[in-house]
């Protein structure tokens, strides 16, 4: 009787150590499926070039931002970063032809 109970319990602990791992890994898939679709939400954005959009956050939620197209209301909507500060301080980034 008491190898019966030795062995349900190495089963339960067994068990709750695989529920435990299932329910990280159900996360992980739902944390990297929200990644790819936003990731693919880049198309949304046919009009801006790739090398433009950046990622930032607004109200904690990732957006993509167009560097040459965004507005300055836009930019004080969003989440405060080193980027967004140096965009509000008004540093143009933007290419110009005298540039060069």
């Keep these: 009787m008491l190898g019966y109970n030795i062995h349900q319990l ?11 791992e299932n329910t990280e890994l159900k996360q992980q898939i739902e944390s ?3 990644e790819i679709y936003f990731l693919k939400s880049i198309s949304e954005h046919y009009s801006s070039l790739v ?8 109200n904690g939620e990732k957006v993509w931002i167009d560097r040459q197209t965004v507005t300055k209301k836009e930019l004080l909507e969003l989440d405060k970063d080193e980027d967004v500060v140096v965009w509000l301080k008004g540093i143009d980034v933007k290419f110009k032809d005298n540039d060069w």
Aim: charged share 45%; glycine share 0%.
């Design 32 to 34: 990297l499926e929200k």
């Design 10 to 20: 190495m089963t339960t602990r067994d068990n709750d150590k695989l529920r435990d």
């Design 51 to 58: 090398s433009n959009m950046h990622v930032k956050t607004k």
